[in-house]
């Protein structure tokens, strides 16, 4: 698939192919791009401004609708290209679709409420006499990076609300995913001027450090790995910059919880989308009256799920991004295991397949649980108080989301307010978002909100226009 600049399709010498991790087998392949062309998407996205930010909000949110319904056509051509490029299951790739029409439809609402206030001048010194108000203006041109696990959702967050306050947009796609953003960039382009929204695909290191480089970019807004919104912090300068990082979520169950709850919040957290999920359950951190019990309860669960062909719509556990993902995973556990941990289900690997395994007697050292473990573990590690599991639940960089299962309320709040994570939530696991809500980790997990109302408060800046009266 040829990148899309300037509402015109742009291809390289150099290609890369994009591959089905399920088979193997090359689905189509994208440019390798360089520097010119990053310069040619930059220009293309300066020069393209005037046009978008002559339309009015009104027109603005009808073409979001309409790229909408267009989604909405297409959603099973898409998530079935989805399954293909990341090899999740067909069921999760409809879900991801479902998501992503509605975080369009969000952001076609939102650009029908972006505007400022007025402010009493004179409450404060000398300012009487004075009528001001402000008004949110676009930046210019946001660069949106974005990952392989959620690349159709997690880059609507970015683009949607982008253009929702007139922003123009460069996208650079996952290397490992880019196709179905890349075709979804192709609906964007038929509803709005050429130029608005520009595709481009090649190595993070050369193509996506340029945008983030560049004098005439005026926003990163990213989501990956920490490792890279470090370095992206650092080299961006005087830019804003919005960075999604990732996780190492706590679930935190105390002895009075519904282990059954608990249990069905372990299976939809730590095994969905083979465990790549930012806001996954990483640590289960059990009180140790109900650890026996809780662990039973979650093997028995855990081997109902149906490893398989992830085009399959009875599948529920998929393969990870690419085989060496699954040996790192692989490896991770094994190393847990010669530390003393116990595996009670799975821990085999079968090519970019890693089976959902439950494993005990995990201790809060182990590179397991202190680093983030992007695969389908489920990791217990026992605790002998609500004390203790604030403790272990707080001791980590990390803090994207976590959640607390007890039916104390008292117990509830303490965990909801001593634990250091953008959000908690109270008997259900971390991984849940609805695409509203304020999204953004503590600590390591990131810099800002996304969740459209709040992009777009990261993506224009406020003018104060003051009228002198006296
Ligand atoms: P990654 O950091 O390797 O890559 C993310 C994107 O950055 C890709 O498009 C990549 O090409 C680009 N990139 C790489 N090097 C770059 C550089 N030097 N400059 C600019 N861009 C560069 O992440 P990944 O492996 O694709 O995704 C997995 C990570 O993303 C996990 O850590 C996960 O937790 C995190 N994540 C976070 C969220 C969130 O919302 N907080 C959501 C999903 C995933």
Redesign the pocket.
């Known amino acids: 698939m040829d990148m899309l600049i300037g509402g015109k399709h742009i291809s390289s010498e150099d290609l890369a192919g994009v591959i089905n991790p399920y088979d193997g087998e090359t689905i189509d392949t994208v440019p390798i791009a360089h520097r010119q062309t990053a310069d040619l998407a930059i220009f293309e996205a300066n020069n393209a401004k005037h046009s978008l930010q002559e339309m009015s909000a009104f027109k603005v949110s009808n073409k979001l609708f309409e790229v909408c319904d267009k989604l909405k056509e297409n959603r099973k051509d898409f998530a079935h290209l989805l399954t293909m490029e990341v090899g999740k299951p067909i069921r999760e790739s409809l879900v991801e679709l479902d998501r992503s029409i509605e975080t369009l439809k969000l952001a076609a609402e939102e650009a029908k409420r972006i505007y400022g206030e007025s402010v009493p001048l004179d409450a404060g010194l000398n300012g009487k006499g004075f009528f001001a108000f402000t008004q949110k203006v676009p930046l210019g041109v946001v660069a949106a ?6 690349p159709l959702n ?1 880059t609507i ?1 970015k683009i949607a609300p982008a253009i929702a306050c007139k922003n123009t947009v460069i996208v ?5 995913a ?1 196709l179905t953003v890349m075709k979804f960039c192709e609906l964007l382009d038929d509803e709005f001027p050429d130029g608005v929204v520009n595709t481009i695909t ?8 340029y ?2 480089t560049s004098q005439d970019v005026n926003k ?1 807004s ?8 470090l ?2 912090s650092q ?1 961006a300068g005087m830019k804003k910059v919005t ?5 190492n979520d706590p679930m935190v169950v105390l002895k009075d919880a519904d282990i059954d709850k608990a249990v069905t919040g372990v299976i939809n957290g730590a095994f969905l989308n083979a465990g ?5 359950v990483k640590r289960i951190i059990v009180e140790e009256d109900i650890a026996d019990e809780f662990s039973q309860r979650l093997v028995d669960k855990t081997k109902k799920l149906v490893m398989g062909n992830p085009l399959n719509s009875e599948t529920t556990l998929g393969t990870l ?1 690419n085989e060496k993902a699954a040996m790192q995973v692989e490896q991770t556990v094994n190393n847990a295991v010669n530390a003393g941990a116990k595996i009670l289900a799975g821990g085999i690997r079968d090519g970019a397949f890693y089976e959902a395994t439950v494993i005990d007697n995990v201790k809060a050292d182990m590179d397991l649980v202190v680093n ?1 473990t ?1 695969g389908p573990v489920a990791p217990i590690i026992r605790v002998d108080s609500v004390d203790e599991a604030i403790e272990v639940a707080n001791d980590t960089e990390y803090g ?1 989301q976590a959640g607390v299962f007890t039916n104390d309320y008292a117990n509830a709040m303490r965990c909801a307010n001593e634990i250091e994570a953008g959000t908690v939530f109270v008997n259900k696991q971390s991984t849940f978002r609805t695409d509203n809500m304020p ?3 503590f600590k390591n ?2 810099v800002g909100k ?1 969740g459209i109302k709040y992009a777009v408060d990261e993506m224009t800046k406020t003018k104060l226009i003051g009228l002198n009266l006296r």
């Open positions: 990076i974005t990952p392989f696990n959620y997690l967050h650079k796609p996952p290397t490992e880019p090649g190595y993070g290191s050369e193509v996506g450090d945008l983030v990163i990213f989501t990956g790995s920490v490792t890279t919104g370095m992206i080299k960075l999604e990082l990732g996780g790549q999920v930012c806001m996954g991004i983030e992007f994207l999204f953004g980790g997990s990131g996304e």
